[in-house]
């Protein structure tokens, strides 16, 4: 069964603490991992797509990175607007999107 | 374009009520989703069309949903009859297949509020 799996679930920074979060995922025949931010009250917006293992992205303090069986999102000294729900996605064979239940990032001035 | 829009931000209804949420997705796009997203379950499928035809609603939690996309700039997403458990937001978002680019865009979604 295809399945995305996000940690942690929240995370604190105080601002300029690096760190990373998680996506792993189990989908057969891999068509894109899809990186979304999340702010209260608003829809998913758009952030990167990968495709294929060893691919990185960067977004101004923000890198994604993937693997064959994970993507990292890097926050490389994170400000407080940086502050949002981080979700990731995979579309199966099918089109459809399953998404990670989203790290929930906090970053406190 | 103006993105993926939808109507209204906010509903509050009672229960037993029909409930009808609108959405105008992106010019040209030919994948619409619709989604329900809750604290406990996260983003959940509920729908999802290509070029207008329904492909696949194993998400609709019940009967009491139900989907519609009569052209290509416009879904309905009702619930008959409505119920406490229904409330959530609900995103429609679309996506383009074409161009080398897969991402959906969202829009802001509609707050349910069924008391």
């Known amino acids: 069964e295809d399945q995305v799996t996000q940690s942690p679930e929240a995370l604190r920074l105080q601002e300029g603490e690096s760190s990373s979060l998680n996506c792993s995922y189990t989908?057969?025949?891999?068509?894109?991992l899809f990186w979304y931010r999340q702010d209260p009250g608003k829809g998913p917006e758009f952030l990167f797509t990968?495709?294929?293992a060893g691919e990185e992205k960067e977004k101004e303090r923000l890198k994604a990175t993937l693997t064959k069986k994970e993507s990292f999102l890097h926050i490389t000294a994170p400000k407080p607007e940086d502050s949002a729900t981080y979700l990731c996605?995979?579309?199966?064979?099918?089109?459809?999107?399953?998404f990670g239940t989203g790290t929930s990032l906090t970053v406190i001035p | 374009d103006a993105g993926v829009i939808q109507s209204p931000r906010h509903e509050v209804t009672e229960m037993g009520q029909e409930v009808t949420l609108r959405c105008k997705p992106i010019?040209?796009?030919?994948?619409l989703f619709w989604y329900r997203q809750t604290m406990m379950r996260g983003l959940e499928l509920l729908i999802y069309?290509?070029?207008?035809?329904?492909?696949?609603d194993s998400g609709m939690p019940e009967d009491r949903f139900s989907a519609k996309m009569p052209n290509a700039s416009f879904s309905t997403l009702k619930i008959q009859p409505s119920e406490p458990r229904d409330s959530a937001v609900y995103f429609c978002?679309?996506?383009?297949?074409?161009?080398?680019?897969?991402?959906?865009?969202f829009g802001q979604g509609t707050r349910l509020t069924v008391v």
């Open positions: 990968l495709y294929s």
């Open positions: 996605a995979v579309p199966n064979t099918g089109n459809q999107f399953y």
């Open positions: 978002a679309s996506r383009w297949t074409g161009g080398g680019k897969a991402e959906a865009f």
């Open positions: 989908v057969s025949g891999l068509r894109g």
């Open positions: 069309f290509n070029n207008n035809v329904p492909i696949d």
């Open positions: 010019s040209g796009h030919d994948y």
